[in-house]
């Protein structure tokens, strides 16, 4: 297994280029653009389901992501969400929703897995749009680099594995005080609670 | 204007779609009414953007070629091309199945009656349950053993941290001996996810608790 160099962290200009790619599959189907996502996201979304333990299913997730983006796409709006952001809403709601259909309960289930996960701009009249959001993901990029290791470490278990902190603090072996701590000083770094709390 | 949020560390939980259906719903209904926590989530999801985007992805994670073929050919054959915007609508009355005022409540303790509802939540095992405290009616004191998710979906209660309004947000656990009393001329009307049964603590202890059967 080779590992490919790591890729740069990308510019909130190179980013732009994914929401503009987006925002041309929604408006004109446009195919070319698809497949640039496609390109893009697709290794993202696979790893995402591989370190959630759905390796068997890894490919479908994919597929059934990238149906959703082409479906969906006539309702993105850069303006609410960066399309990275869009697209991590969408692979997580599409996990969640894969996982209630292996478990048979999806049948059963009276609030829909969108009801209680939403997709930014999915909903009309959407009471809170703020230029928050566009700032949000330059933002924690840029703070991300400067997390300790020990605190990056519990959030890409959180994020990647869709583990909860108990079961964080559980696998390494830490009280969960310890993981709730690394991550309320991550939140603060990230200023998800400091700026919030300076309004 | 809600001033009892979740937790940052629950937000996380939420945005990573880690959380529970039951939990996710009280979280939810929160959102919808606080524009604060609802950017908070913002950034959360903008977080496993990022996360992603840095992992090291290697050929494993290269979806096969054949892989985006079956995407377009899924999409030609779509009969619906593309979707439209989500109506917003009321989350309890479709888990319930109807206003939360003309539900077959049982009555409990006094002023206390309640409602299980776990079983709108197949496949997950913690206890959901309504509980009304009818106006200026006071709950038995009690700790819990586990923790308490509460969302206030009517009304407004009050006990040792204050006033909890229409859409705040509750954490309760092991050190909190509450005593709930409701405000105002409603009744008060919560939502609960409990992860272990309650315990009664003051002059109620010898009634039967439904929690603790």
């Given at each position: 297994?080779?590992?490919?160099?790591?890729?740069?962290?990308?510019?909130?200009?190179?980013?732009?280029?994914w929401s503009n790619l987006l925002v041309k599959v929604g408006k004109n189907q446009d195919r070319q653009a698809y497949h640039q996502l496609f390109e893009h996201f697709?290794?993202?979304?696979?790893?995402?389901?591989?370190?959630?333990?759905?390796?068997?299913?890894?490919?479908?997730?994919?597929?059934?992501?990238?149906?959703?983006?082409?479906?969906?796409?006539?309702?993105?709006?850069?303006?609410?969400?960066?399309?990275?952001?869009?697209?991590?809403?969408?692979?997580?709601?599409?996990?969640?929703?894969?996982?209630?259909?292996?478990?048979?309960?999806?049948?059963?289930?009276?609030?829909e897995t969108e009801d209680l996960w939403q997709i930014p701009g999915d909903h009309e009249n959407e009471p809170f749009t703020s230029l928050h959001r566009l700032m949000s993901e330059r933002r924690v990029r840029e703070s991300l680099s400067l997390?300790?290791?020990?605190?990056?470490?519990?959030?890409?278990?959180?994020?990647m594995e869709s583990k909860s902190h108990q079961m964080v603090a559980d696998e390494l072996r830490i009280p969960l005080g310890t993981v709730k701590s690394r991550v309320r000083l991550a939140l603060n770094k990230l200023k998800v609670i400091l700026q919030d709390q300076n309004k | 204007m809600t001033r009892h949020h979740p937790e940052g560390t629950s937000l996380m939980e939420f945005s990573a779609g880690t959380l529970s259906d039951p939990h996710a719903?009280?979280?939810?209904?929160?959102?919808?009414?606080?524009?604060?926590?609802?950017?908070?989530?913002?950034?959360?999801e903008s977080l496993g953007a990022v996360m992603l985007e840095q992992q090291?992805?290697?050929?494993?994670?290269?979806?096969?070629?054949?892989?985006?073929?079956a995407i377009l050919a899924r999409i030609d054959s779509d009969t619906v091309l593309l979707e439209a915007p989500r109506r917003r609508q009321d989350l309890i009355k479709k888990l319930l199945g109807c206003d939360?005022?003309?539900?077959?409540?049982?009555?409990?303790?006094?002023?206390?009656?309640?409602?299980?509802?776990?079983?709108?939540?197949?496949?997950?095992?913690?206890?959901?349950?309504?509980?009304?405290l009818s106006s200026g009616g006071k709950a038995p004191a009690h700790t819990h053993r586990g923790t308490e998710t509460t969302i206030v979906l009517q009304g407004a209660f009050s006990d040792q941290?204050?006033?909890?309004?229409?859409?705040?947000?509750?954490?309760?656990?092991?050190?909190?001996?509450?005593?709930?009393?409701?405000?105002?001329?409603?009744?008060?009307?919560?939502?609960?996810?409990?992860?272990?049964?309650l315990k009664l603590t003051g002059a109620f202890t010898r009634l039967l608790n439904p929690f603790m059967s």
């Open positions: 297994m080779t590992t490919l160099e790591q890729k740069p962290v990308k510019s909130e200009r190179r980013n732009d280029l697709g290794p993202q979304i696979k790893y995402y389901a591989m370190a959630n333990g759905m390796a068997n299913h890894a490919e479908e997730l994919v597929q059934e992501v990238f149906v959703s983006i082409w479906r969906r796409s006539c309702l993105y709006d850069w303006r609410k969400a960066a399309a990275s952001t869009w697209i991590f809403t969408i692979a997580r709601n599409q996990r969640i929703d894969m996982l209630r259909k292996m478990k048979r309960i999806s049948a059963e289930i009276s609030v997390l300790p290791e020990e605190q990056t470490t519990v959030i890409a278990k959180v994020y | 719903l009280c979280i939810r209904l929160h959102l919808e009414k606080c524009p604060l926590c609802c950017s908070r989530v913002d950034t959360l090291p992805l290697n050929e494993l994670s290269e979806p096969a070629a054949l892989i985006f073929d939360i005022n003309d539900l077959p409540w049982k009555r409990q303790l006094g002023d206390v009656s309640m409602l299980d509802v776990t079983d709108r939540f197949p496949g997950q095992t913690e206890r959901v349950v309504l509980q009304k941290n204050g006033i909890f309004n229409q859409w705040d947000f509750a954490v309760l656990d092991e050190s909190d001996n509450h005593r709930p009393v409701a405000v105002g001329h409603e009744d008060c009307i919560t939502l609960s996810v409990l992860s272990a049964p």
